[in-house]
């Protein structure tokens, strides 16, 4: 079984500084972690995936997350925030079977404030 | 290229009432999946197709719940009859092939109010 725990539904930064989303997950087998983000009235888009190799994983619009095995995490940052993140960010694990469903975490919506 | 679309947006209903949820996938992906998100909660797996096949179902409330993916194409999902606690936003998504830890390209996802 797997699961994803996100710490804080609601996270709050200025304009600029920097943002730390949480995700610590539960894997009986080998993880495949993600990270999406959900704009307004849009659909999930991947942000960045985890599979193997480097640990350190750059995705799109300046986040990045690492993943560390001995914390069971995959915390997502980005250095300066921009009024554009102001989303949802959902963190997802899976299997590392090929194709296998998502479990998702609760979400942390993001408010960018000037 | 057209991503995932899903009809109708937005569909309010009556307990007891049928709906019927479409979800049509980027040309070619052949794994189709449904979720759900119950307000608040977290976004949970409904069920899986690996083109028309059902691949897993185990995410699926209970026999109200009907998937279909005739051809391996487009799918529907139908709630019959609608309870209360169906409400939620259903979102569909599909990937391609069997790569590892391949990417799932999410619908925009149809919010569904039972009243």
């Known amino acids: 079984a797997q699961s994803v725990t996100q710490l804080g539904s609601h996270v709050s930064v200025s304009e600029g500084a920097l943002v730390l989303l949480r995700c610590n997950y539960s894997?009986?087998?080998?993880?495949?972690l993600f990270w999406y983000v959900q704009y307004p009235n849009q659909g999930l888009q991947l942000l960045l995936k985890?599979?193997?190799?480097?640990?350190l994983v750059k995705g799109i619009n300046g986040f990045e997350a690492e993943f560390k095995k001995s914390e069971t995490s995959f915390h997502l940052t980005k250095p300066s925030a921009h009024m554009s993140d102001a989303a949802e960010y959902f963190c997802?694990?899976?299997?590392?079977?090929?194709?296998?469903?998502?479990?998702f975490g609760t979400g942390t919506r993001l408010q960018v404030t000037l | 290229e057209a991503g995932v679309t899903q009809f109708p947006s937005h569909s309010v209903i009556e307990k007891g009432q049928t709906v019927t949820l479409r979800c049509d996938p980027i040309?070619?992906?052949?794994?189709l999946y449904w979720y759900r998100r119950v307000m608040g909660k977290e976004i949970k797996f409904l069920l899986h197709?690996?083109?028309?096949?059902?691949?897993?179902e185990s995410g699926m409330p209970n026999n109200r719940f009907l998937a279909e993916r005739t051809g391996g194409t487009y799918s529907t999902l139908k709630v019959q009859p609608a309870e209360l606690e169906d409400s939620g936003v259903y979102f569909c998504?599909?990937?391609?092939?069997?790569?590892?830890?391949?990417?799932?390209?999410f619908g925009p996802g149809t919010r569904l109010t039972v009243l």
């Open positions: 894997s009986s087998v080998p993880p495949y």
């Open positions: 998504a599909s990937s391609y092939g069997q790569g590892i830890g391949g990417e799932q390209f």
């Open positions: 040309s070619g992906h052949d794994n």
């Open positions: 985890y599979t193997t190799g480097a640990t």
């Open positions: 197709f690996v083109k028309e096949s059902k691949q897993d």
């Open positions: 997802a694990v899976s299997g590392s079977g090929t194709a296998s469903k998502l479990t």
